[in-house]
T-cell receptor, first 111, second 115 residues
Framework: GESVGLHLPTLSVQEGDNSIINCAYSNSASDYFIWYKQESGKGPQFIIDIRSNMDKRQGQRVTVLLNKTVKHLSLQIAATQPGDSAVYFCAENWAGNQFYFGTGTSLTVIP | DGGITQSPKYLFRKEGQNVTLSCEQNLNHDAMYWYRQDPGQGLRLIYYSQIVNDFQKGDIAEGYSVSREKKESFPLTVTSAQKNPTAFYLC??????????????FGAGSRLTVL
């Protein structure tokens, strides 16, 4: 399943499928990006980050892709599990001291 | 375990009352932040502090106040001047706010409801 930026804030996928969550960021000067996962009623948790001098970074079951030409960031989750159900935010950073957050995408994993 | 502790988790306030949300970190982080989260919106920055005894307004500082008397603590007061204070409040910290590329670590949040 795939979400399309801020226009589709919900995404439902079958357990075991791959998920792709997209984020269109706003500032071409942004040089650092983070994906956070937020479960209901809890604070955001760090998933993975990427600097602007990279196009791709992989973690455990997650991959972040950065396309600076179109100011687009994506989070790929492999073999999605029920525990992955949450809201996912991208955050962009420039000038060191402030982050700006997207509205988030709600991911629901169907067992 | 190192982390950020926010309290209380739930808070109810009558109109016209000031309330203070606590945020304590034992990560030895220099920078601390307060964000507000409303349904369907991204996190919005209220105040941030880069160092003890110094803080700056964020995008939505009106009706809020903060202090940073100790490195570990960054309490947020929601005053009666805040017109729509019902929200989920998140405190965060980072190693330094100057060098960039610093991960924000978040607390579990405090949910404020105005009755």
């Amino acid at each position: 399943g795939e979400s399309v930026g801020l226009h589709l804030p919900t995404l439902s996928v079958q357990e075991g499928d791959n998920s792709i969550i997209n984020c269109a960021y706003s500032n071409s000067a942004s040089d650092y990006f983070i994906w956070y996962k937020q479960e209901s009623g809890k604070g955001p948790q760090f998933i993975i980050d990427i600097r602007s001098n990279m196009d791709k970074r992989q973690g455990q079951r997650v991959t972040v892709l950065l396309n600076k030409t179109v100011k687009h960031l994506s989070l790929q989750i492999a073999a999605t599990q029920p525990g992955d159900s949450a809201v996912y935010f991208c955050a962009e950073n420039w000038a060191g001291n402030q982050f700006y957050f997207g509205t988030g995408t709600s991911l629901t994993v169907i067992p | 375990d190192g982390g950020i502790t926010q309290s209380p988790k739930y808070l109810f306030r009558k109109e016209g009352q000031n309330v203070t949300l606590s945020c304590e970190q034992n990560l030895n982080h220099d920078a601390m932040y307060w964000y507000r989260q409303d349904p369907g919106q991204g996190l919005r920055l209220i105040y941030y502090s880069q160092i003890v005894n110094d803080f700056q307004k964020g995008d939505i500082a009106e009706g809020y106040s903060v202090s940073r008397e100790k490195k570990e603590s960054f309490p947020l007061t929601v005053t009666s001047a805040q017109k729509n204070p019902t929200a989920f409040y998140l405190c965060a910290s980072s190693i330094s706010s100057h060098s960039g590329a610093n991960v924000l670590t978040f607390g579990a949040g405090s949910r404020l409801t105005v009755l």
